[in-house]
């Protein structure tokens, strides 16, 4: 029977007309509230007090000095690999690749350290930086090209190279960079291709993050290179009839998002394992995707967000030694920030309504 004969209501999504940033903002937090309590009924399942996990997690990440310690250094990585993913997403660009981008930085840097002796720490650090920024950015150009000239779709292409990269670093650890004790890694990098430290662990890529926070920040919303790119990303008929290159933008953002992602890798091995091994990062390029959806696409704000998921990642590893939780469980937890944050976007565009 026809629902609207017989006076029958429907329920359905309507574009609201006007925004207001009280309600977004209680959104937001009904969205963070939810989470929580679907967080809360996995520990609940396995028979553990949500409170008393909550509390753990937050002090074991953020109010002990070495868990700490550890949100900070894995705020580096997180946050680099974001920058990659926002710059992408500046021109409406997918870049699924940081995590390859990364693995590639880290591995040519790595073989500088181990092959080529260049001196001091003065000259060696920004050349294995220079070196990370390099090859990431010509994993991410090849992304680039492909979308550019043959307009391949960069999500699948970036995807690929992911695997490329990765199993390139295996067969470097596993071959030609075996240590002599024949264990899957290479031997320790000297001292002067070690990045300083701060203050105990902590090395002074944090102090790198904010810089390069604060450098892209002004770059895409005070120059014209920025102004050209967010052009490009709402039109590609309004950048040309502008008189801008679409396709080496193109081009260009990608290579810049994979330099930022291959100096995170390069960070990561001089700053934390000081040697290359199989696996150089613990899926920081795709939990970077999560940071940069949920930080707005801002650069500053992402190393905000950053922080409070190196803290998720530290506190999962408390609980999988206090608790015996799997590994799989802080997986979860993104999960469900990512989806509930996602789906309350919908409901700050439109508006249920019966009709």
């Known amino acids: ?85 926002i710059m992408c997403f500046k021109m409406k660009l997918w870049n699924i690749g940081a995590e390859g981008q990364l693995y590639i930085g880290g591995l040519f840097a790595s073989i500088i350290a181990l092959r080529v002796n260049t001196g001091p720490a003065i000259i060696t650090i920004p050349l294995l930086l220079t070196a990370g920024a390099i090859t990431g950015g010509i994993w991410g150009f090849i992304a680039g090209y492909l979308k550019a000239k043959l307009e391949m779709n960069e999500i699948l292409s970036t995807l690929m190279l992911n695997y490329i990269a990765i199993t390139l670093v295996e067969y470097a650890a596993y071959g030609p960079f075996k240590g002599a004790d024949r264990f ?60 801008f290159n679409y396709t080496g933008n193109i081009i260009t953002v990608l290579f810049i998002s994979g330099a930022l992602a291959g100096i995170a890798g390069m960070i990561e091995v001089t700053g934390v394992q000081h040697r290359l091994q199989p696996v150089i990062s613990s899926g920081y390029g795709f939990t970077a995707i999560l940071v940069a959806w949920l930080s707005k696409q801002n650069f500053l704000f992402s190393i905000v967000v950053a922080f409070l998921f190196g803290g998720l990642i530290v506190s999962g590893e408390e609980l999988q030694i206090a608790m015996r939780l799997p590994s799989s469980i802080i997986g979860m937890f993104q999960g469900i920030l990512f989806i509930t944050i996602l789906g309350s976007e919908i409901f700050k565009e439109y508006k249920l309504e019966l009709k």
């Open 1 to 85: 029977m026809d629902r609207k004969k017989d006076g029958g209501k429907v329920m359905r999504l309507t574009k609201r007309l006007h925004k207001h940033r009280l309600l977004d903002l209680f959104i937001t937090i009904g969205s963070l509230v939810l989470s929580i309590l679907l967080a809360a009924s996995i520990f609940l399942f396995y028979g553990i007090n949500p409170l008393t996990a909550f509390s753990r997690m937050v002090k074991a990440a953020f109010f002990e000095g070495y868990g700490f310690r550890q949100t900070l250094i894995k705020t580096v990585p997180l946050a680099l690999c974001a920058f990659s993913v």
């Open 184 to 243: 899957p890694y290479s031997k320790p990098f000297r001292s002067e291709a070690c990045l300083p430290t701060l203050f105990s662990d902590v090395h002074i890529g944090i102090i790198l993050v904010i810089i390069f926070g604060v450098l892209l920040h002004l770059l895409m919303e005070h120059t014209r290179f920025g102004y050209k790119i967010k052009v490009c990303g709402s039109s590609r008929e309004t950048a040309e009839y502008a008189g």
